[in-house]
């Protein structure tokens, strides 16, 4: 039946179970690994790599396999660092030294080498242990007992950490992921370790800003009002602390990702002990662990700190806003008086504005009743006529003024509650 639309990353997706294939092999071999790490990321590739014979790639090249040489060599390219893996038969007087052709190769690599280890891996011929190591080493059955790896973890002259791997009876399939755990115990292991240098300068600037924090709590709880110069150094820190923790989260992220990397290979390895011998697993976690645990107890005090820094200005925010509350409180009381002096001075020239309208009023009233009695009308009736004009018009002046005040408020027009 045809396939319906096909999402268009199904591919992609599908090919991650086989974008990195083991190497398998058998018999008496000598691996060879290094892992390299660039300043941004992963190295670039060498050119000459997908130019070898026999090659299969994935991934767009990023991973391979090619014919090197008089063995085969594998690369991956991951996040961070660059893997070049080299399988070649047992030498029959193997030295110290990788290859010349393998050292040529790595290299040509910009960047630099942060794990580099070789396996040795000898077959136990009909049933005859090989000679083993000295007692300074740690040793485990692996595999069920199929195989026995030893290993002291200490760099030999060349700059490689050893393994001795003794297979009983596993085949090359099985040899081949076997030792790749192996590999990728120690590249991982290596690669959280980075986070070692950012983990004591996080403990370093810690004390640093806890000393910058303690002096704004102090000075918070001292001042009596807030200021610039506070707010200031408050935002100040809070910068410094969120910018140092974004450069610190990233590479504790990722020593966390490693770490559960190693464990979980260890744990793959079914391990079972060797008469005499630490386990190898046994020795990881116990040199291993604490490194990750003080990274994690780094990472926890610098979170603390962010969150305190957190909290001191949210505390710092909250005394401001209830400093502009009082602000705004007295302002508005101060507003309030002096709309209510206002209020009475308008009603005091209110007062005056009516007596003046009223006294000129009145004047030009008794100039026009002057003007009558020269016509004839009896004086005193003149007299008694201004006198009675007072009230009538005093009353008149005083209603249109109060309605024109109430037009300008906008109040309603009703019933005169008391008077001015």
């Given at each position: 039946?045809?396939?319906?639309?096909?999402?268009?990353?199904?591919r992609e997706l599908h090919d991650e179970l086989h974008a990195r294939p083991s190497l398998?092999?058998?018999?008496?071999?000598?691996?060879?690994?290094?892992?390299?790490?660039?300043?941004?990321?992963?190295?670039?590739?060498?050119v000459s790599l997908p130019g070898l014979e026999d090659v299969s790639t994935t991934h767009?090249?990023?991973?391979?396999?090619?014919?090197?040489?008089?063995?085969?060599?594998?690369?991956?390219?991951?996040?961070?660092?660059?893997?070049?893996?080299?399988?070649?038969?047992?030498?029959?007087?193997?030295?110290?030294?990788?290859?010349?052709?393998?050292?040529?190769?790595?290299?040509?690599?910009?960047?630099?080498?942060?794990?580099?280890?070789?396996?040795?891996?000898?077959?136990?011929?009909?049933?005859?242990?090989?000679?083993?190591?000295?007692?300074d080493y740690v040793a485990s059955e692996v595999g069920g007992g199929d195989a026995e790896?030893?290993?002291?973890?200490?760099?030999?002259?060349?700059?490689?950490?050893?393994?001795?791997?003794?297979?009983?009876?596993?085949?090359?399939?099985?040899?081949?992921?076997?030792?790749?755990?192996?590999?990728?115990?120690?590249?991982?292991?290596?690669?959280?370790?980075?986070?070692?240098?950012?983990?004591?300068?996080?403990?370093?600037?810690?004390?640093?800003?806890?000393?910058?924090?303690?002096?704004?709590?102090?000075?918070?709880?001292?001042?009596?009002?807030?200021?610039?110069?506070?707010?200031?150094?408050?935002?100040?820190?809070?910068?410094?602390?969120?910018?140092?923790?974004?450069?610190?989260?990233?590479?504790?992220?990722?020593?966390?990702?490693?770490?559960?990397?190693?464990?979980?290979?260890?744990?793959?390895?079914?391990?079972?002990?060797?008469?005499?011998?630490?386990?190898?697993?046994?020795?990881?976690?116990?040199?291993?662990?604490?490194?990750?645990?003080?990274?994690?107890?780094?990472?926890?005090?610098?979170?603390?700190?962010?969150?305190?820094?957190?909290?001191?200005?949210?505390?710092?925010?909250?005394?401001?806003?209830?400093?502009?509350?009082?602000?705004?409180?007295?302002?508005?009381?101060?507003?309030?008086?002096?709309?209510?002096?206002?209020?009475?001075?308008?009603?005091?020239?209110?007062?005056?504005?009516?007596?003046?309208?009223?006294?000129?009023?009145?004047?030009?009233?008794?100039?026009?009743?002057?003007?009558?009695?020269?016509?004839?009308?009896?004086?005193?009736?003149?007299?008694?006529?201004?006198?009675?004009?007072?009230?009538?018009?005093?009353?008149?002046?005083?209603?249109?003024?109060?309605?024109?005040?109430?037009?300008?408020?906008?109040?309603?027009?009703?019933?005169?509650?008391?008077?001015?």
């Open positions: 039946m045809p396939m319906g639309s096909e999402h268009p990353l199904r398998y092999f058998d018999g008496d071999t000598d691996v060879w690994h290094v892992a390299i790490v660039g300043d941004n990321g992963s190295p670039p590739l060498p767009g090249g990023n991973h391979g396999i090619g014919r090197f040489g008089d063995g085969r060599l594998k690369w991956e390219a991951h996040t961070e660092f660059l893997t070049l893996t080299f399988v070649t038969p047992a030498a029959s007087a193997p030295g110290t030294h990788p290859p010349e052709a393998f050292q040529a190769c790595y290299r040509k690599i910009e960047g630099k080498v942060i794990a580099a280890v070789r396996v040795l891996v000898r077959d136990e011929k009909n049933g005859q242990a090989l000679e083993k190591p000295n007692l790896v030893h290993t002291n973890f200490r760099l030999s002259d060349s700059g490689f950490v050893e393994f001795l791997f003794f297979n009983r009876n596993l085949n090359a399939y099985r040899t081949g992921r076997m030792v790749r755990r192996f590999l990728e115990i120690e590249t991982y292991r290596m690669m959280a370790m980075l986070a070692m240098p950012m983990a004591r300068e996080t403990i370093s600037q810690l004390s640093a800003f806890d000393q910058r924090l303690d002096l704004l709590i102090a000075h918070m709880q001292s001042a009596v009002k807030v200021d610039k110069a506070l707010l200031s150094e408050v935002t100040r820190l809070s910068s410094d602390v969120l910018n140092f923790s974004a450069l610190a989260r990233h590479r504790f992220g990722a020593t966390t990702a490693y770490a559960e990397i190693v464990a979980s290979r260890v744990s793959e390895l079914r391990e079972e002990r060797v008469e005499q011998r630490q386990r190898i697993g046994t020795f990881i976690r116990r040199r291993f662990q604490p490194a990750v645990r003080s990274v994690h107890a780094a990472e926890r005090r610098l979170d603390e700190l962010a969150e305190r820094v957190s909290l001191a200005g949210d505390l710092l925010r909250t005394t401001v806003q209830v400093q502009l509350e009082d602000q705004n409180a007295s302002l508005l009381t101060s507003m309030e008086e002096r709309a209510r002096i206002q209020v009475h001075i308008q009603q005091a020239v209110e007062g005056f504005s009516v007596i003046a309208i009223t006294y000129y009023t009145i004047g030009l009233a008794k100039i026009c009743l002057e003007s009558i009695s020269a016509l004839g009308v009896d004086p005193h009736v003149t007299k008694l006529a201004v006198l009675g004009a007072i009230p009538l018009v005093l009353f008149a002046v005083w209603t249109a003024v109060r309605h024109v005040r109430r037009s300008i408020a906008g109040t309603p027009h009703g019933p005169v509650a008391g008077g001015h």
